[in-house]
């Protein structure tokens, strides 16, 4: 693998139909601020979000994990992708003050947020080298897999752990591969080639077969 490229205390811009969601609100939900319950919660969910900062990590180079799932994923990719989100430990004391102090609505509302911007995070990564990748006529696949899913095992966690030095960003690795502070997610992808069209390769194929 090629040396991990770190960027720290992102804000990430998060659409605030995506928390409400994340709570459980049914989709497009649209909240009455002229009731206090919906104007609290609101208020909660600004504030988050504007105070909210996440840390990633990724590498790119070649296949290293054993797993047919993910091979068959990369099969049209040329390197390969593993990346890292992480919630601020500052956000997450946040969090734990909100439910020592009994507010718990909040905490559910921070918390709600923080994993949104974690997922976001990954997304933001993809982005970051999709801007640097349009010149070559490549870009990051949209789909990734994560340790635990399919047939790649949960203990190739610590290996995404080792491989992005996350023990540098305060994160830490449990016995079971468990990951803290808990709104830590990893991931893996690919780079593809694609045509100055933007169409994919599979596509390309597909027309060939017409």
Not at 41 to 68: C, H, P, Q, W
Not at 109 to 128: N, P, Q, R, T
Request: hydrophobic share 35%.
């Amino acid at each position: 693998m090629e040396k991990t490229h770190i960027l720290k205390d992102i804000h990430i811009n998060i659409p605030v139909n995506k928390i409400y969601q994340r709570m459980g609100y049914p989709l497009n939900y649209i909240p009455d601020i002229t009731h206090n319950r919906d104007k609290q919660i609101e208020f909660d969910i600004r504030y988050a979000m504007g105070n909210i900062k996440v840390d990633l990590v990724y590498t790119i180079g070649t296949n290293i994990f054993k797993s047919n799932d993910l091979a068959n994923m990369l099969k049209n990719c040329d390197q390969t992708v593993i990346m890292a989100s992480t919630i601020s430990p500052i956000f997450m004391k946040i969090i734990k003050d909100k439910i020592k102090n009994e507010q718990l609505s909040s905490a559910v509302i921070y918390d709600a947020v923080a994993s949104v911007a974690v997922d976001k995070g990954l997304a933001f990564i993809s982005e970051h080298i999709n801007k640097e990748l349009k010149k070559e006529n490549k870009q990051v696949l949209k789909k990734r897999f994560s340790a635990g899913y399919g047939d790649l095992d949960i203990s190739n966690q610590k290996i995404i752990y080792d491989t992005l030095s996350l023990k540098d960003l305060g994160v830490k690795i449990s016995k079971t591969f468990m990951l803290t502070p808990e709104k830590t997610v990893t991931a893996i992808t690919g780079i593809e080639k694609t045509e100055a069209s933007g169409q994919r390769p599979e596509a390309r194929q597909k027309r060939k077969k017409l």
